[in-house]
């Protein structure tokens, strides 16, 4: 079983090297202890178990560290939801107070209401400042 897990360790590093990130490499770690275990026992169920819980210990550890030391993973990306906050949109129906209108965003309509009391009329230019369900809170395009 030394070999297989010596194997398993390499494919397993070179998985790694193509994929960003540092999880499998925690992988490819446990199977150097496995077969480091392989030489004092024959079983496969302590090398297998060792190989399991050396990788679930060091993962939710050792990957923050590894990410911290080496900056990588740490672009927030908005969701597609919250990336609509600050983007312009195009009034469709008048906004009034306490009435919803409609703005057309990227080709999609959405429901929308103002942040203030403000009317806001077909036409007009508006930016949107939050999203709430299927709603847009907009206020006028300064």
Do not use: C
């Not at 397993?12 to 004092?40: N, Q, R």
């Not at 090398?47 to 819980?53: E, H, I, N, P």
């Not at 999609?108 to 103002?114: F, L, S, Y």
């Amino acid at each position: 079983m030394l070999t297989f897990w010596i194997i398993a360790a390499i494919v397993l590093l070179g998985i790694e090297l193509l994929t960003p990130g540092f999880l499998v490499l925690f992988f490819a770690v446990s199977a150097v202890f496995a077969a480091i275990t392989s030489l004092f026992t024959d079983n496969v169920i302590i090398q297998s178990a060792v190989f399991v819980l050396t990788a679930f210990m060091m993962i939710p550890f050792g990957r923050p560290l590894l990410q911290k030391y080496f900056k990588v993973n740490r672009e927030v990306k908005p969701s597609t939801i919250d990336a609509l906050v600050g983007r312009k949109a195009y009034v469709t129906k008048d906004i009034r107070p306490n009435e919803m209108g409609l703005v057309k965003f990227e080709g999609q309509i959405w429901t929308a209401r103002a942040a203030s009391d403000d009317e806001i009329k077909v036409g007009e230019t508006v930016k949107i400042v939050s999203v709430e369900g299927a709603k847009v809170v907009v206020t006028k395009y300064i």
